[in-house]
């Protein structure tokens, strides 16, 4: 796992999975918080267990509700296209355009949502 912080906001790239349950998804909150004493993570999106993206499963939904409890603002950045869910594309479209959680597809776009 690499960390770097720019402007305040730790992003982190990962070749293994980092947040593949709820628990998993509080330790990286918590250690990111302590480690770094910032609230705002961009990660890539193959650190993310696949289940988070199948929506039906509700991970996702349990996994970003722990983030916002947290007070944390959170970016996956990488390549969205190969999925054809109309719900996570939904998903998807409604959290961008909130404040708190964001998908994208580099680091620059998560810098720039999580600067809002």
């Known amino acids: 796992m690499e ?3 720019i402007n ?3 992003i982190v790239k990962s070749d293994e999975i980092i947040i593949k349950d709820v ?3 509080i330790d ?3 250690t990111i918080k302590y480690e770094t ?3 705002k993570i961009a990660l890539n999106k ?3 267990v696949e289940d988070f993206f199948i ?3 509700g991970l996702a939904g349990e996994i970003l509700q722990k983030f916002i409890n947290y007070q944390t603002k959170f970016a996956i950045y990488g390549d969205y296209s190969n999925y054809t869910s109309k719900p996570l594309k939904d998903f998807i479209y409604e959290s961008n355009n909130g404040k708190d959680i964001f998908f994208v597809e580099n680091e620059e776009e ?3 949502m999580l600067k809002k």
């Open 46 to 48: 193959e650190a993310v």
């Open 3 to 5: 960390t770097k912080i």
């Open 110 to 112: 998560a810098i720039k």
């Open 23 to 25: 628990q998993s998804a």
């Open 8 to 10: 305040d906001i730790v």
């Open 37 to 39: 004493n910032c609230n």
């Open 55 to 57: 929506l039906s499963r």
């Open 28 to 30: 990286f909150i918590m």
